[in-house]
C-alpha cells in the first residue's frame, strides 16, 4: 500500500491541471493516510473509504464530483 501511496503522489505532482495549493491539499492527505499506523491493519474497503471522506471535498471543489 506505502508503494502505491507513493505511485499516487508522483502521479499528482506531475498533474498540469490542477494547481499547487491543490496538489499540496492532496498529497498532505496521502502523506497522512501512509504514516498511519492503522492503515495496515485496517480493511483496504474501510481506508479507502476514510480516504474518500476526507478527499471528496477537494475534489468537489476541483470540479472532478
Excluded: Y
Excluded at 499506523?37 to 471522506?53: P, Y
Amino acid at each position: 500500500m506505502h508503494t502505491r501511496a507513493d505511485e499516487v503522489i508522483e502521479h499528482v505532482k506531475k498533474m498540469e491541471n490542477i494547481d499547487d495549493a491543490k496538489k499540496e491539499a492532496i498529497i498532505t492527505k496521502i502523506q497522512e493516510w501512509k504514516t498511519d499506523k492503522n492503515a495496515q491493519n485496517n480493511s483496504l474497503a474501510v481506508t479507502f473509504e476514510k480516504f474518500w471522506m476526507e478527499l471528496e471535498p477537494i475534489f468537489a471543489e476541483m470540479g472532478w464530483v
